[in-house]
Nanobody
């Protein structure tokens, strides 16, 4: 079972908005910092935003003022509200979480990714 399941990606015009969601499965627990990363074609995966279990956030410079990350600890879910989207935001977006898995090890876990495409 995939530890993190993303949803909400799609195709949007420049200037539009999308909201990504990521829910943790029952295979992981003691969830700490959660975040979003993205990988565009031909580029390395990069940090977009993270949020600690206490609600502290951090953003990549490229998305500051346009994206907002939040989480619902009761639902083990993290969200990414993306506004004023630009073509350069086009990428596969991956959910990430530090958590304890079935092997009892506290480590990073990843979702399978969701495609976001912004047309000009």
């Amino acid at each position: 079972q995939v530890p993190l399941v993303e949803s909400g990606g799609g195709l949007v015009q420049a200037g539009g908005s999308l909201r990504l969601s990521c829910a943790a499965s029952t295979t992981i627990f003691d969830i700490g910092t959660m975040g979003w990363y993205r990988q565009a074609p031909g580029k390395q995966r990069e940090l977009v935003a993270i949020v600690t279990s206490g609600g502290h956030t951090n953003y990549a410079e490229a998305v500051k003022g346009r994206f907002a990350i939040s989480r619902d600890n009761a639902k083990n879910t993290v969200y990414l509200q993306m506004n004023s989207l630009k073509p350069e935001d086009t990428a596969v977006y991956y959910c990430n979480a530090y958590a304890t898995g079935s092997h009892g090890i506290y480590e990073q876990h990843w979702g399978q990714g969701t495609q976001v495409t912004v047309s000009s």
